[in-house]
């Protein structure tokens, strides 16, 4: 939508005017705040809301196929479609048919609705600004307050959890690894959004002191990691600036701490590492270890989506798990699953569906670094955190929650890129900035 005054034409960025579709823009704000109420609202609903925003994806997904489905190069998405298509066929292998078949088609609504808005949205370069700004300041939201209950009602914003013995925050969610993974996203989007000082400088602060109290250790590496690689893509003249740069500054803390004697204490290092449970990561070592040795009882088509934890049971394992957790139903209220979203594609998929799942990450992020557009680096910080937070918990696995649903979103936005050209106005807005600072220089000096 553009604005013109004064003989100046502007460009309006508003939340849900991305192209002018405010009817697909509304079915995709419901989709994204229904997970977030679904998992804050402590009401323990887990398909009402979700349902009903997956069948509104469902039908505008299908009414947008069978309209203007022929029209588009469905080749760009064949790995999401085979992806789909083995995590379908998985569901005759799953020992819970009717939970593995809703989830298969709990996701493929929301990514037959994600395709269709990608597509229509096509000639928009800020398709994805609108799920970029619901998740952002309906997770802002969430976080603030979550930080006001801290002090006015503190037992419902931490737990005590009893394997690291210490209590750790989690807001409004039920477990600190969704308030962690929720506030590191919205650190990272913060961080590469193009937003006024007065808007960032909150957002920042509100999702690192969120990130910082759940303490956790998955999701500080996975956005430290994530957001140097994408300020790396960003800006690509300043590499190696910014690698001696950070040389130089841990050289010097590691000398002056040397100098000065200065070591943390014991107490205040377990606290904050956690560092009794390094050495196992939390039991998820044991966990991997069996999960390997039972993937090799079902390697082509595995457990059947999202039920991968199915396996301990299945196969009579001889490490002592909570069998409610493990069993689960279709109104369960949580499964077991084995915090590394890989080793649970593949329990979940098998071969076949893991090795998908592999391309359609590697796939989604060569063709957001290949455009080189930097209006693109929120979708790559995304990209790059899902890479390396699914080493340690199960992220971007069912369309259940608002984070897997924006990493979703950003997997069929990447696929859609395959046609589209290299622009690389990174380097070209370098350019122009060393240009204008030059110009600006020369008549400084012109003045004087």
């Not at 649970?344 to 990450?361: E, K």
């Not at 557009?373 to 069912?398: D, R």
């Amino acid at each position: 939508m553009w604005l013109q005054l004064s003989g100046h034409v502007y460009q309006t960025n508003t939340l849900l005017t991305v192209a002018g579709n405010l009817g697909v823009n509304i079915v995709l704000c419901l989709a994204f705040l229904a997970l977030l109420f679904k998992d804050t609202s402590f009401l323990e609903d887990q398909y009402l809301a979700r349902g009903v925003s997956q069948a509104l994806c469902l039908t505008a997904g299908l009414y947008w196929l069978l309209t203007k489905g022929s029209n588009i190069a469905w080749g760009k998405y064949l790995l999401l479609i085979l992806f789909l298509i083995s995590i379908a066929l998985g569901v005759l292998n799953s020992e819970d048919p009717l939970y593995t078949g809703f989830q298969v088609l709990s996701l493929t609504a929301v990514c037959l609705f994600f395709v269709a808005y990608n597509e229509s949205m096509a000639e928009s370069e800020r398709r994805f600004r609108a799920a970029e700004n619901i998740v952002l300041w309906a997770g802002i939201v969430v976080l603030l307050i979550s930080l006001i209950a801290t002090q006015i009602w503190p037992e419902i914003t931490y737990e005590y959890d009893p394997i690291e013995r210490m209590s750790r925050f989690h807001g409004l969610f039920g477990k600190p690894a969704a308030m962690a993974c929720l506030a590191a996203i919205i650190l990272g989007l913060a961080q590469f959004m193009k937003l006024r000082l007065l808007l960032k400088a909150p957002a920042l602060l509100i999702s690192g002191v969120c990130l910082a109290l759940t303490y956790s250790r998955t999701f500080w590496v996975a956005w430290l990691v994530a957001m140097s690689l994408t300020w790396c893509w960003c800006n690509p003249k300043r590499r190696l600036l910014s690698f001696a740069g950070i040389g130089a500054l841990l050289i010097l803390g590691c000398t002056f701490a040397v100098l000065f004697d200065l070591r943390p204490s014991l107490k205040f290092s377990e606290a904050t590492l956690r560092s009794d449970s390094i050495k196992n990561m939390s039991g998820r070592t044991l966990i991997w270890k069996y999960a390997f040795k039972y993937f090799m009882h079902r390697p082509l088509l595995g457990y059947g989506f999202t039920t991968g934890g199915d396996a301990f049971r299945v196969s009579q394992p001889d490490i002592p798990v909570n069998r409610d957790i493990v069993k689960g139903s279709v109104m369960s209220k949580q499964r077991f699953t084995l915090h590394n979203g890989y080793i649970q594609a593949f329990l979940d998929s098998g071969l076949i569906g893991g090795f998908l799942y592999l391309g359609l990450l590697a796939k989604t992020i060569v063709n957001v670094m290949r455009v080189k557009k930097a209006l693109f680096a929120p979708a790559l910080y995304v990209l790059m955190f899902v890479l390396v937070a699914n080493m340690g918990e199960s992220l971007m696995l069912s369309a259940a929650t608002m984070t897997s649903l924006l990493m979703w979103y950003f997997v069929v936005f990447g696929l859609s890129l395959a046609a589209e050209q290299p622009v690389d106005d990174i380097s070209v807005n370098d350019a122009i900035t060393r240009n204008h600072d030059n110009i600006q220089c020369h008549h400084q000096l012109s003045s004087i």
